[in-house]
C-alpha cells in the first residue's frame, strides 16, 4: 500500500508553489534606470529590447478588469503620439491577455504579461498597492545627468477627484516631451509623497490595533504638516475611525480619550464637518470627556444633518439615550414653519428592523404567545423560542403576551411571535392594519392572497412609539408559526408563505404602502402594481432602472465594455428597447417583467437580483441573474505518452477504444478562455506508481447548467490497423454531470467538523458554511493541524457568508505572505466612469500577529471544492490556495465573487420591481484565475462520489 505522503508529495511537485515575495521590496525611485524586462512574455511584435534612446516611453501597469485601464488604453491606443511609445504590463495571464487583445482590437501598444509579478515585484512595491492604482504609470526619458532610460515621473495615470482627472500625468508628459521637464524638483515631491504614503499605511495598520504609544507621533505629524494628509475625503474617515474606535474601546483610558479627541478633530477639519456620522463620533468623545450638555448639542446637529439617511434612526436613538441619562425631554422632530404637526413614524423594510435591533440590543421587546395546553407543543414553543433567543437576543427578556401592558411598548423595538389567537398583541397589530389571517389565504384591507394555511413575517410602525419598528412571526395555526427564521424575506416589508412538507416555501414578499388616519396613526396596505403598464409608465421604469445601473452598480462598465465589442452598449440597449414599448401602446405586467429580463441579459452576475409581485398570478416573482456553468463528463479516462493523448480506460461498451488516439483536444486552461460545450482534456490524479505514465485527464465539456448536452463528439484513431485500419472515426460519448459534489448537506451537526480520512491517519477539516455565528472554533482548529503531515480541507457545498474566518484561519496555520484580492472601488452618482471608477490591486492580507503561524505550514493541503462553493466560500478557496503545499482538487466552483457589497435600490416607480446588485467589484484574479458563474478551476479535477476515500483509501 502507498503511503499517502508520498501521493501528496507527488502533487505537490506537479503544481507550481507560489513563494512569499521580498518583505522589502526595491522600488524603482525617479532618476533611476530602468531595469531590463526580461521576465515579461510579450505578446505583440516588437524589437526586444525595448528601444528607450531618443523616445519617450511610457510603461502602465494596468489589468482588463480595470474600467479606467480600458478606457486609458484605448485612448492611447487611438491616438499615438510621435516620439512616444506606450508599454503596457499586466499580470493576467498570457492567455487571458491574448483573448482580450483580439477583442479590443488594440496594435499601437506594446503589451506584456508579468503573470509572475517578477517586474512588479522590481519596480513597483507591493506591499504598497493597497495605495496604487490601475492604471498606474512610468514615464521613462532622457536627462541630462542620467542619460536615456531614466525614470523621470511615476503616478496613477487617472485621479478622480482632480479638476481634470489625468491632468497630472498629462502635464508631465508634456514638459518631459518638450524639454522643460525639472527632475529635482520632481524627486523632492516624490520624497514628501513617499513620506505620506508611509503615515498612511502605518494609520492603516494602527487603526486595527489603536497603538496608543505610536499613535500620537503620527496625529502630530498630520497636525503639523496638513499636506501629508493625502486624499481629504478618505483621510477623514480614517481619523473618524480611529476616534471612534478609541472613544467605544472596553479599556477605555485617558490616553486612548486624547488620541480621540485629536483624532475626531482632524477628522472634522479635513471635511467631516459635512458628514453627520462624524458629527455623531464628535459627540461620542465629548460624552465619554464628561462633556455631556456639548455632546448633546453636537449629536442634536448629526441627526438634523442626517434627515433622509439611512443611519437617521440610529442617530436619533443614540441622541434620546443621551437626553434619557441626563433626564431631559427626549428631542422632538421639528415641525417646518407652515406646516400642521403630523406623526413621525419609522418606515422600513424587514432587513432594517434587523438594523433596528442592532442598534438596540438591550431595549427590545420580545413577546411571546400564550403557554399551549397542548404539552408538546408548549415544548416545541420553548425549543423555539430558545434558539431565537439564543441566537438573535442574546441580550434580550422575553415575555408572555398576557404579561405586557400597553405601556411597555412605548419606548422599546418590539418584537412579537405566535398566531392571533395565541398573541393578543398580535391580533392587535393586524386588526389596526385591517389584515386578516384565515385557513384559506390573507386579506389586506380589500386584496385577498389566497394561501392555504398562510405564516405571515412582516414589520410595521409601533403604534405606542411610531418611530421605532415592531415586527410580527405569525401564522393562521399556532404550530405554523414555529420556526419561522426559516423562511427568506429578504429586503422587504412583509413575507407570505406557507409550510410545505416541512420545508419553509415563500409565496410573495412585497413592501408596505403606509398612510396616516386622521387620528394620526399609520395604515399598511399592500403596495401592489397594476396589472398593465401605460407606454409612459413603461418608458419611465425602463430608464429608471438604467440609471440605478449607471450610477450604482459594479458591473456597469465591464458589460458596457463587452457590449462595444459586440458593435452595442447600455445606450444602444436603451434605444432597442425603448423602440419595442413605444410599438406596443401598453405592456401587460408579466410581459414587462420578462422584458426587463432581455435587457438585463447582458448580465452574469450570481449576487444580481430581480424581484417583484405579480399582480395578474397574485404572487412574488424574482430572478438571479446568474449563468451557471457546470462541469460534464465522459466515462473515458486519458492518458498522455509523449505528444500524444490515448483512451486508458473505458466503460465494457466502449473497451474496446482503450488504447485508441485521441485527436486534437485543447487541455483546460483558464475560465477566462473557457468554451462554453466544446471537449477538453481535464487533468486527474496521477498515477504515482507508474511515472512514465504519470499524467492523466478526464475528458468532457462545461456548459451552462440549465440546458446541458446529453453527449460530445471526438475523434479518435485506432491504433489496431487489423480493426481500424488507423482511420479517424468519430465517437459520441455520453456525459454525466460531475460525481464529486456534494448533495443534501446535513448541517444540523453543525456548520464545521472534523474527521479522518478512511486510512484513520488523516485529519479532515469540513467547512459548510461562513456564518461566522456558527463556526465558533474553526480559526483555533489550524493550530493542532499545523502539525499535522497531511490534511483535507473539504470546503464542498460550502455557499459563504463572511469572510473573516477564511482570512483568520489561513495565516493561523501557515505563517507566510498571503496576497487579497484586486478591487474596484465605485463612487455612486458619478456618470463620468474616469470620476466614478478607481482600481487597484491586490496587496498583502491584514493578519493578526498575536495569532498569526510563526513559520509556513510544512505539510501538504488538499482542499477539495465543487460548485456550491460560492462566495465567501470562494474567498476561504483563495486563502487556502495560497498555502505552501495546498493542491486544488475536485471541479469548478460556482464564481459567486466578482461583484458584492450587494445593494438594495428603490422600486421602480411603477412596475414595483426591485433590483439588488454589488456597488464593489472584487478580482480573485489576482490570486487565481476567476470568471463569474464559472468560478477558480481546480488543479486537478475528480469525477467520484468519494474523493476522500480516492486520495486516502482505507487499509485493504
Given at each position: ?840 490591486p491586490g496587496s498583502r492580507m491584514n493578519t493578526d500577529p498575536q495569532t498569526e503561524a510563526a513559520t509556513p505550514y510544512g505539510g501538504s493541503l488538499k482542499v477539495l471544492i465543487d460548485r456550491g462553493v460560492a462566495s465567501s466560500g470562494e474567498t476561504f478557496t483563495h486563502v487556502a490556495s495560497q498555502i505552501i503545499g495546498a493542491v486544488l482538487l475536485g471541479e469548478n466552483s460556482s464564481g459567486c465573487v466578482n461583484y458584492g457589497n450587494v ?54
Open positions: 500500500m502507498l503511503r499517502k505522503l508520498g501521493l501528496f508529495a507527488l502533487l505537490c511537485l506537479l503544481v507550481p508553489i507560489s513563494t512569499p515575495a521580498d518583505d522589502s521590496p526595491s522600488a524603482l525611485a525617479l532618476g533611476d534606470p530602468l531595469p531590463p524586462l526580461r521576465q515579461v512574455t510579450w505578446l505583440t511584435d516588437q524589437p526586444l529590447p525595448l528601444d528607450l534612446k531618443g523616445q519617450t516611453t511610457v510603461l502602465e501597469f494596468w489589468a482588463t478588469w480595470s474600467p479606467v485601464s480600458r478606457i486609458t488604453l484605448g485612448n492611447q491606443n487611438d491616438n499615438p503620439r510621435d516620439n512616444v511609445q506606450y508599454v503596457a504590463i499586466s499580470q493576467e495571464s498570457s492567455s487571458a491577455l491574448k483573448h482580450f487583445i483580439e477583442r479590443a482590437g488594440w496594435s499601437n501598444l506594446i503589451i506584456g504579461s508579468d503573470a509572475d509579478r517578477h517586474l512588479l515585484a522590481t519596480i513597483y512595491d507591493p506591499t504598497a498597492a493597497a495605495s496604487r492604482e490601475f492604471p498606474y504609470a512610468l514615464i521613462i526619458g532622457d536627462d541630462p545627468t542620467h542619460g536615456p532610460g531614466t525614470l523621470l515621473w511615476t503616478g496613477p495615470v487617472n485621479n478622480p477627484q482632480a479638476d481634470i482627472p489625468s491632468g497630472a500625468f498629462a502635464t508631465a508628459l508634456a514638459e518631459i516631451i518638450g524639454g522643460t521637464y525639472d527632475l529635482a524638483v520632481a524627486q523632492e515631491t516624490a520624497r514628501e509623497q513617499a513620506i505620506t504614503l508611509g503615515l498612511l499605511q502605518e494609520l492603516t495598520t494602527l487603526t486595527f490595533n489603536l497603538d496608543p504609544d505610536r499613535l500620537p507621533s503620527i496625529l502630530t505629524e498630520f497636525e503639523e504638516n496638513p499636506s501629508r494628509r493625502g486624499d481629504p475625503g478618505d483621510f477623514a474617515r480614517k481619523m473618524n475611525s480611529i476616534a471612534w474606535d478609541a472613544a467605544t474601546h472596553e479599556n477605555i483610558s485617558e490616553q486612548l480619550l486624547l488620541i480621540a479627541d485629536r483624532a475626531i478633530s482632524l477628522a472634522l477639519s479635513a471635511g467631516g464637518d459635512r458628514d453627520p456620522n462624524t458629527i455623531d463620533t464628535q459627540a461620542r468623545v465629548l460624552w465619554e470627556q464628561g462633556k455631556r450638555n456639548e455632546a448633546v448639542a453636537v449629536q442634536t446637529r448629526a441627526v438634523e444633518m442626517s434627515h433622509g439617511t439611512p443611519n437617521h434612526a440610529s442617530l436619533l436613538n443614540t441622541l434620546q439615550s443621551y437626553l434619557a441619562e441626563l433626564q431631559l425631554p427626549p428631542y422632538e422632530i421639528p415641525t417646518p414653519e407652515g406646516e400642521l404637526p403630523s406623526a413621525t413614524f419609522w418606515s422600513g423594510n424587514l432587513n432594517a428592523t434587523g438594523d433596528a435591533r442592532a442598534d438596540n440590543p438591550e431595549n427590545i421587546l420580545i413577546v411571546r404567545p400564550e403557554i399551549p395546553a397542548d404539552e408538546e407543543l408548549a415544548a416545541a414553543w420553548d425549543s423555539s423560542m430558545e434558539l431565537v433567543m439564543g441566537r438573535i437576543f442574546q441580550n434580550s427578556l422575553q415575555h408572555v403576551a398576557s404579561e405586557v401592558e400597553q405601556s411597555a411598548f412605548a419606548d422599546q423595538v418590539a418584537v412579537l411571535y405566535g398566531a392571533p389567537s395565541a398573541n393578543r398583541w398580535v391580533a392587535d397589530i393586524l386588526e389596526r392594519n385591517d389584515i386578516a389571517l384565515a385557513a384559506d389565504g390573507l386579506r389586506v384591507g380589500e386584496e385577498w392572497l389566497p394561501v392555504e394555511n398562510p405564516v405571515l413575517i412582516a414589520c410595521f410602525p409601533n403604534p405606542w412609539a411610531p418611530e421605532l419598528p415592531l415586527s410580527v412571526y405569525t401564522a393562521f395555526r399556532e404550530e405554523d408559526a414555529l420556526n419561522l427564521n426559516s423562511f427568506f424575506h429578504g429586503p422587504t416589508s412583509m413575507m407570505l408563505g406557507r409550510w410545505s412538507d416541512g420545508n419553509p416555501r415563500t409565496v410573495l414578499a412585497v413592501d408596505w404602502s403606509q398612510t396616516t388616519n386622521a387620528d394620526g396613526t399609520i395604515l399598511c396596505g399592500l403596495n401592489l402594481p397594476p396589472k398593465r403598464l401605460t407606454g409612459a409608465q413603461a418608458r419611465e421604469d425602463l430608464l429608471t432602472m438604467h440609471e440605478q445601473l449607471a450610477l450604482g452598480y459594479a458591473g456597469y462598465e465591464d458589460i458596457n465594455w463587452d457590449l462595444q465589442m459586440e458593435g452595442s452598449s447600455w445606450s444602444g440597449r436603451n434605444t432597442e428597447f425603448l423602440k419595442r414599448i413605444d410599438s406596443r401602446g401598453s405592456i401587460a405586467w408579466d410581459d414587462y417583467y420578462n422584458l426587463l429580463l432581455e435587457y438585463l441579459a447582458p448580465v452574469a452576475d450570481t449576487h444580481f437580483t430581480i424581484r417583484g409581485f405579480n399582480p395578474v398570478a397574485s404572487r412574488n416573482t424574482g430572478a438571479r441573474l446568474v449563468k451557471a456553468h457546470v462541469p460534464l463528463f465522459s466515462d473515458l479516462k486519458i492518458e498522455r505518452r509523449g505528444d500524444s493523448f490515448f483512451i486508458a480506460s473505458a466503460p465494457p461498451e466502449l473497451a474496446r477504444h482503450i488504447g485508441d488516439e485521441i485527436a486534437d483536444l485543447p487541455l483546460i486552461d483558464s475560465p477566462h478562455t473557457l468554451r462554453v460545450g466544446e471537449p477538453y482534456l481535464f487533468p486527474t490524479l496521477p498515477i504515482v506508481d507508474d511515472p512514465a505514465r504519470a499524467t492523466r485527464f478526464l475528458l468532457g465539456v462545461i456548459d451552462l447548467r440549465n440546458d446541458p448536452p446529453a453527449s460530445v463528439s471526438v475523434s479518435i484513431k485506432s491504433n489496431d490497423k487489423r480493426r481500424r485500419g488507423g482511420k479517424k472515426l468519430k465517437l459520441d460519448l455520453p456525459l454525466h454531470r460531475g460525481r464529486v459534489r456534494l448533495e443534501n448537506i446535513d448541517r444540523s451537526a453543525g456548520h464545521w467538523t472534523q474527521s479522518v480520512a478512511p486510512d484513520g491517519v488523516t485529519p479532515v477539516l469540513g467547512v459548510r458554511s461562513m456564518d461566522v455565528r456558527r463556526l465558533d472554533g474553526l480559526p483555533a482548529t489550524a493550530d493542532t493541524l499545523r502539525n499535522e503531515p497531511a490534511m483535507v480541507l473539504d470546503l464542498r457545498g460550502n455557499y459563504g457568508g463572511g469572510d473573516d474566518p477564511a482570512m483568520l484561519w489561513g495565516p493561523r496555520l501557515s505563517g507566510q505572505y498571503f496576497e487579497w484580492v484586486g478591487y474596484v472601488v465605485s463612487y455612486t452618482g458619478q456618470s463620468d466612469p474616469l470620476r466614478r471608477y478607481r482600481s487597484f445593494t438594495p435600490h428603490a422600486p421602480l416607480p411603477h412596475s414595483g420591481l426591485k433590483l439588488n446588485f454589488g456597488r464593489s467589484r472584487f478580482v480573485a484574479d489576482w490570486v487565481r484565475p476567476t470568471r463569474e458563474g464559472i468560478g477558480f478551476f481546480p488543479d486537478y479535477w475528480l469525477d467520484t462520489e468519494d474523493p476522500i476515500g480516492l486520495l486516502y483509501p482505507g487499509k485493504p
